[in-house]
Nanobody
């Protein structure tokens, strides 16, 4: 079971990127999920979350610019980032609480994807 993040890159200020996180393995379902970011020399911060029912929340600094979404059929969590600013530069991580199928039943725990670098030039 793993989360695989992709979609980072280098973009000019004002541009857009779409990050995607795919859960693979013996997944029963994705419960709550979210995206975090960590800039150099700073602590990891929560950027956006989405509940199992699809309700999103955002940190104030990205409201109106970022949109988190999910596709339960594909086991994906996406983050559409528009109007990017240099201060959005960071390594972005996806996180999800997954229900996974075991031999003897199911288990629920948090998983992290590997980071994907987002760099916004001024």
């Amino acid at each position: 079971v793993q989360l695989q993040a992709s979609g980072g890159g280098l973009v000019q200020a004002g541009g857009s990127l779409r990050l995607s996180c795919v859960a693979s393995g013996r997944i029963v379902n994705i419960n709550d999920g979210g995206w975090y970011r960590q800039a150099p020399g700073k602590q990891r911060e929560l950027v956006a979350t989405i509940t199992s029912g699809g309700t999103p929340t955002y940190v104030d600094s990205v409201k109106g610019r970022f949109t988190i979404s999910r596709d339960n059929a594909k086991n994906t969590l996406d983050l559409q980032m528009n109007s990017l600013k240099p201060e959005d530069t960071a390594v972005y991580y996806c996180n999800a609480r997954l229900t996974v199928r075991l031999v003897w039943g199911t288990n629920v725990r948090d998983y992290w994807g590997q980071g994907t670098q987002v760099t916004v030039s001024s």
